[in-house]
């Protein structure tokens, strides 16, 4: 038997009788550690995420707004994102307070206790220390309801500060009447144009002092009548609207009454319906816990984001209306595609179907598809355009609902375009360091995704295109080095040396290439023959996970959950345990997968091993926990297995309950396959991909940079490859070459072109080029200074070898100091009449890398006495963020006698009050230094 291809078939039994799941939901699971939840009150993918706010400076442990190792309240706000790893949200914060008349964040605070603090499906309360009052929270999908009960009688205060969070950019109100206001808020954070409306009401009469000044943006609200009395209750109804006042009056119909308690029990109901889609049945509460947790992660997004009306704000800014499906946001695609989405195709459908047609909306509107979308704004963050991922996945499983033309047409434009290394994806086959970062990262997501489109175009019998992405499918061959056996970045048309698989760097997205090296989901077997077979396949699987649990190169606070090189806690690794049962070993699957459960989700705040990342921490223990993992999204019948992590789990597809037990008998689909009797269907070894290319060569030299003479050697993969190639040098680049046969190494002396190709008797790769340059001087460097390792631009030559930077400094280009001023002498070995000196500087501010405040000059002749040749200060605005070059050149002395130039430029220093990493240490970015 080949359990890692099973068709899947399934039993009928009877529904169960209606159960209390979201009893075992502990919200807190993940507000500890890294996880990045937070703990507040919400409904299945609810427009309202109310919950507690214990940041508000966007640090990394704070992005969800909330941090279990904090004791400090500022306030409940409406929005929260669940599990990211940059900050946003916490729109209309509103804080309880007993006699604070001013919006200073630091004095209307409140320190609490765990001991006094609850949370479960729908619900949240705490006990305010510093004012005696007790907060309930609870919500529907569209209006947030707070309860506040003042325990002594008070003269109470409740803060409206719209400056919390994120940038404040715009505002505006409307006092309906004493018990009414409603609120516009328009933020910049990761999402730059983020607009919502509020509508406010109060249970008894109040007044709304409103302040506006350079510190405070809000309101101070109380009540009217003066004092509370002791143990009586403010009543407080927040309801959200993405389009207008309008739209928040409309959504506030969703709750009638001033009932807490029946908010709470339809929020409980609501959780229940959705969570009664999985049914596991076990004696260990942890377990119920930590599994119905998971599930209950996955269904807090994504979002709906229209009104009751239908009305949504779309990608173009303007108002539309959904018609045959609600519209939706918050879609971390390069993290749900995994495994988030591959359970949405089995338990929800319509939803499925409706992300989908959110999707074609926004490529409608803004002319393509998501790729990390939220509140109507495209972040841009991650890579990949892995919504084709989602659509592949459900027209491959035969989910119906939208449009199957339209979506393949926005597919198809989104692979087309030549942004984010596409361009030289296209041209040669793979993306290089010097096209783009993350380069190999990026070339073998792209590789995947269009062999979803591919799918895609099968379905729907589009046979040349068909063709043309499942070439494109097979680019990964590209970036593979079959010598080392892993994913490699390419620099100039070669392998980039000096490789450390371990290293993380700027050419992986979030990881080095041993958790890259096995992201082939669309041509596992292919990739198995590439590492030499399902033996020495095995064998690096094994190397992966026995190496040592530690990484190099830059600190990277997403990989987390180490088992040897594999990474749990980021989402690039997830599928690689179930990788053995494609070269029939199971039981090695289920060692890892078992362990990974067992040891890396547990029922405390610290219980997530990495950012949940909008569900798909937790959608791989759900996947897993029920033994199976869709390792391929987009294919029609696979799926790995394992043993099931609970006795008895039934699932709901289609409002129907449908059986798995832990023999696999009753492994469940209900994707169109036929069931003969309860045997599962077993499948002949096949690959998933059945579409050959020819990789491209291998260009080979020391450096891109040489003085004299350099050394080429062109390499490829099989012996039997016949390699030809064209030398274009400086002088005859427009000549009219022939490419001619490759025999043996060769030697340029001038600054070169190399263009090559492979041709076998099955064909012929894509030609690829390589320059190389001839450096424009004889000239050495001494850096005084030491510059990260990351950003080392190939070395001290680099900043003097005629080849400039691009304002794309992940590409490698440019040497990077922190927390250091840049000091270096060049000597020009002999005495030469100096007129110019000039620096050349990158600023990114985002990014901590900010102008020197000032360049100094010097000169000498023996290398010991330095006369001053000038200074050049900066002028660029350091709160700009687009990334800007500057040349710091000085000329103002003339004919200046020297051997040695001194270059000394000052750091900005520590990031400043208005910087998003205020307190940390700035980097200087330097690249050429030129001297006439």
């Known amino acids: 038997m080949k359990p890692f291809l099973i068709a899947l078939a399934f039993l009928t039994t009877t529904i169960s009788q209606a159960q209390d799941f979201a009893k075992h939901v502990n919200p807190f699971i993940g507000t500890g550690g890294h996880g990045h939840t937070f703990p507040g009150a919400t409904v299945p993918y609810g427009m309202v995420q109310l919950s507690p706010d214990t940041r508000i400076d ?237 599930l209950y992660h996955t269904m807090m997004q994504p979002n709906i984001a229209q009104d009751l009306d239908g009305k949504y704000r779309g990608r ?75 659509i592949a996945d459900a027209m491959a499983k035969g989910i119906k609902g939208f449009d199957y033309e339209k979506a393949f047409e926005a597919s198809k434009a989104s ?184 040891n890396f989700y547990t029922n405390t705040p610290d219980g997530l091993i990495g950012n949940e990342d909008c569900g798909q921490m937790s959608a791989w223990y759900v996947l897993s926990s029920m033994g199976i993992y869709d390792v391929t999204p987009g294919d029609m019948i696979l799926w790995a297995t394992v043993k099931p992590n609970f006795e008895k789990i039934k699932v709901s597809v289609e409002n129907e309950k449908k059986t798995i037990n832990e023999s696999f008998k009753d492994i469940f689909s209900d994707f169109g396959f036929e069931k003969e009797g309860d045997e599962v269907f077993e499948l002949d070894y096949y690959p998933l991909s059945y579409y050959e290319i020819i990789p491209v060569p291998v260009i080979q030299s020391e450096s891109k940079a040489f003085k004299d003479n350099l050394k080429i050697e062109l390499k490829s993969q099989y012996l039997n490859d016949v390699i030809y190639f064209m030398i274009n040098d400086k002088d005859d680049h427009l000549a009219k070459k022939m490419f001619v046969k490759y025999s043996k190494p060769f030697e340029i002396s001038q600054t070169s072109t190399i263009e090559a190709y492979v041709k076998t008797n099955e064909g012929q790769s894509n030609t690829i080029s390589a320059t190389f340059f001839k450096k424009p001087n004889n000239y050495s460097i001494n850096i005084k200074s030491i510059y990260n390792p990351q950003y080392h631009a190939g070395g001290p030559e680099g900043l003097l070898d005629g080849i400039l930077g691009t304002e794309n400094w992940r590409k490698g280009d440019w040497q990077g100091y922190q927390s250091q001023d840049f000091e270096a002498v060049v000597d020009l070995k002999e005495v030469k009449s100096v007129n110019e000196i000039s620096a050349r500087f990158l600023q990114d501010q985002r990014s901590w890398i900010l102008m020197p405040t000032k360049v100094d000059y010097y000169v000498s002749e023996d290398n010991v006495n330095f006369t001053y040749f000038g200074s050049v200060n900066n002028t660029l605005d350091p709160k700009l963020e687009e990334n800007t070059i500057l040349n710091f050149t000085s000329n103002e002395t003339k004919d200046k006698k020297a051997r040695y130039v001194k270059v000394i430029a000052k750091n900005f220093g520590k990031l400043p009050e208005w910087h998003q990493g205020a307190g940390g240490d700035a980097f200087i970015f330097v690249d050429e230094i030129t001297i006439k």
């Open 58 to 294: 966007g640090s990394w442990d704070g992005c969800g707004g909330y941090h279990y190792s904090d004791n400090l309240i500022y306030g409940f706000s409406h929005t929260h994102l669940n599990g990211t790893g940059v900050s946003d949200y916490g729109d209309i914060m509103l804080m309880p307070t007993v006699g604070i008349n001013t919006l200073d964040s630091k004095l209307y605070s409140s320190k609490f206790q765990h001991k006094n603090e609850k949370a479960s499906a729908g619900f949240y309360s705490v006990h305010l220390d510093k004012y005696n009052i007790d907060v309930r929270l609870t919500t529907s999908t569209r209006v947030g309801f707070h309860e506040y009960t003042f325990h002594d009688e008070c003269r109470p205060h409740i803060m409206l500060d719209l400056n919390h969070r994120d940038k404040l950019i715009g505002k505006d109100y409307k006092i309906i009447n004493d018990k009414t206001i409603e609120i516009y808020r328009q933020s910049e954070a990761w999402a730059r144009n983020q607009q919502i409306w509020a509508r406010i009401e109060f249970n008894q009469p109040m007044f709304f002092e409103y302040y506006n000044n350079s510190m405070q943006n809000g309101f101070i609200i109380h009540p009217k009548k003066g004092n509370v009395k002791k143990g009586e209750k403010i009543l407080v109804k927040v309801s959200l609207s993405p389009t207008s006042y309008e739209g928040a009056k409309l959504n506030s119909s969703e709750i009638k009454h001033w009932d807490f308690d029946k908010v709470h029990k339809d929020a409980i109901a609501a959780w229940n319906k959705e969570l009664s889609k999985i049914e596991v049945t076990s004696d260990d509460k942890d377990k119920l816990a930590i599994f119905y947790t998971a």
């Open 415 to 598: 692979a087309m375009r030549d942004v984010l290394g596409l361009d030289a994806y296209k041209k040669n086959g793979f993306i290089s360091i010097d096209d783009e970062h993350e380069s190999v990262s990026k070339t073998l997501e792209y590789a995947y995704d269009d062999w979803c489109i591919a799918q895609m175009a099968q379905i729907l019998n589009k046979q040349e295109d068909y063709q043309y992405f499942m070439k494109r499918s097979q680019n990964w061959k590209n970036i593979f080095d079959w010598e080392t056996g892993f994913m490699r970045p390419k620099k100039n048309g070669g392998w980039d040396k000096p490789f450390d698989p371990r290293e993380v760097n700027n050419n992986f997205t979030e990881g080095n290439s041993w958790q890259y090296s096995f992201f082939v989901p669309q041509d596992i077997y292919g990739m198995i023959q590439a590492y030499g077979g399902p033996e020495k396949f095995e064998a690096k699987l094994d190397e992966m996970f026995n190496s040592e649990s530690k990484t190099t190169g830059r600190e990277q606070v997403d990989v987390t959950g180490l088992i040897g090189q594999y990474a749990h806690g980021n989402e690039p690794s997830h599928h690689m345990a179930y990788l053995y049962n494609y070269v029939e070993k199971p039981e090695k699957t289920a060692a890892k997968v078992h362990y990974i459960l067992d």
């Open 316 to 390: 173009d800014n303007q108002i539309h209306v959904a018609e045959g499906f609600d519209y939706y946001t918050v879609f971390s695609l390069w993290d749900t595609f995994r495994g988030a989405h591959p359970l949405y195709t089995l338990i929800d459908k319509k939803r499925t179907a409706d992300y989908i047609n959110t999707f074609i909306k926004q490529y409608e509107q803004g002319g393509r598809l998501p790729v990390w979308e939220l509140a109507s704004n495209e972040t841009d963050c991650m890579i990949g355009y892995h919504s084709v991922s989602v």
